[in-house]
């Protein structure tokens, strides 16, 4: 088994203040990039440090998984923020022109993590669904062509991230389950995305009603699909049990909604429960989602009792 992040992690309070600065015009690029670099450096060392097997930069450079790559990708512009939930807001982006391939997405990112540690590492990216469905298009006829053009963009970026030595990379699309009337389209996106990537690839879903997925979504070609499960009590273990899952199995089996810390015995304990379904070798164990929104000392936490209930049942069954 093996312990990872699903992505994002909280910034350092001085990173946030970084980037207001950087914002209102009063530090220069090159101050803010070594400012970021600095980041990383110190998200390594906590996932390092709490014994994560596979890490990522926890997203330091990143301020949201939508309008991050739509600002690098020719046929997007961000109008503005809208409203999310509660006081929430993101820049929604819009399609206003045919999508193209300009500049790297994450291969920088790769390549400086790779730069700093000797850790396994897997690169998170925004699927083509995802991006879409949390954009306006303003230019395509169809939601599918869109979805279709932005995965050839992706496909690119995913080549060129196996170039630079990426060897394990997630596709992020928790808007998947959420409107499974559109399984087909987000299928067809995943093989358009992976053609001819010479990569391990998981997928990540949050949000929505599983059930509606199933047993589809075990169609998808990819190696490893990750969900939620401490957040909805496991009971979406039964899926997997009902339709004798057979690829890899990303377990979230740490709650990023709440600042509670999980005891070791309870993370344990659900570990187990994902044992009945996926042999230890299939067996990714992670938090539910990013953990940015919660506070950096209780994110570390949470994965270091993370990755002492793994150790246990390691011991336990003998896995060591």
């Not at 599983?210 to 070609?221: A, E, N, R, T, V």
Request: aromatic letters at 12%; a negative charge.
């Amino acid at each position: 088994m093996k312990t990872t992040v699903v992505g994002s992690y909280p910034k350092p309070k001085w990173l946030l203040r970084m980037i207001k600065l950087y914002n209102e015009g009063k530090i220069d690029d090159k101050v803010m990039n070594e400012a970021y670099d600095d980041a990383v450096r110190a998200v390594v060392k906590d996932h390092e440090v709490a014994g994560i097997d596979i890490i990522w930069d926890g997203e330091m450079r990143r301020d949201e998984m939508t309008s991050y790559f739509a600002r690098k990708i020719d046929g997007f512009v961000i109008y503005g923020e809208v409203r999310v939930w509660g006081n929430n807001y993101y820049p929604k982006p819009a399609i206003v022109d045919e999508l193209r391939y300009r500049e790297p997405l994450t291969v920088h990112e790769f390549e400086f993590l790779r730069s700093i540690t000797d850790r396994e590492i897997k690169v998170p990216i925004t699927g083509a669904y995802t991006i879409v469905d949390w954009s306006f298009n303003e230019f395509y006829k169809t939601k599918e062509e869109a979805v279709y053009a932005l995965a050839e963009v992706i496909n690119q970026e995913l080549r060129n991230l196996v170039k630079a030595g990426a060897s394990y990379i997630q596709l992020d699309e928790p808007a998947i389950s959420t409107h499974p009337e559109e399984l087909e389209i987000a299928r067809n996106a995943v093989e358009i995305m992976t053609r001819g990537v010479n990569a391990y690839i998981g997928m990540h879903i949050c949000y929505g009603d599983y059930s509606g997925i199933f047993p589809d979504i075990l169609d998808f070609k990819v190696d490893q699909l990750d969900f939620e499960f401490a957040n909805r009590n496991f009971e979406d273990l039964k899926l997997l049990k009902e339709y004798d899952f057979d690829k890899d199995l990303g377990f979230g089996c740490i709650d990023v909604h709440t600042k509670r810390v999980e005891s070791v015995e309870e993370v344990r304990r659900a570990i187990e429960m994902a044992l009945e379904v996926v042999d230890p070798k299939r067996l990714y164990i992670d938090p539910d989602c990013g953990l940015k929104l919660l506070p950096r000392d209780v994110a570390f936490k949470k994965l270091e009792v993370m990755v002492k209930a793994k150790n246990a049942v390691e011991r336990e069954f003998g896995l060591t």
